[in-house]
């Protein structure tokens, strides 16, 4: 369960997709999204050997996205949602209870 706290204790983050003529697919947003949080884990020390195992996005509608994580930190797997607005120029990605 600990895991699964420091997990969630990840909020947000915004970053600009660099490079991307015209809007992205939802496949291409998700690659994205997974190595921003892969990244933002990196550098937190009790998330740093955590490992993403898969991340499906889907698109909502406007600028919404929904995304399902699973995850294992210290041979413990979890599985979170994640909700990611993307405007075009930049998303921002909250992991969500």
Do not use: N
């Not at 690659?31 to 998330?47: D, G």
């Not at 991340?55 to 990611?84: C, I, M, N, P, W």
């Amino acid at each position: 369960m600990k895991v699964v706290k420091t997990m969630i204790a990840m909020v947000l983050a915004v970053t600009i997709l660099p490079g991307c003529g015209g809007k992205p697919s939802t496949e291409e947003l998700a690659k994205e999204v997974q190595s921003h949080i892969e990244e933002k884990w990196a550098s937190e020390p009790e998330l740093a050997t955590a490992r993403i195992t898969s991340f499906k996005l889907v698109h909502k509608g406007g600028q919404q996205y929904r995304g399902l994580l699973e995850a294992t930190k210290d041979g413990e797997s979890v599985t979170l949602g994640v909700d990611v607005t993307y405007d075009g120029e930049s998303f921002m990605w909250e992991i969500a209870d």
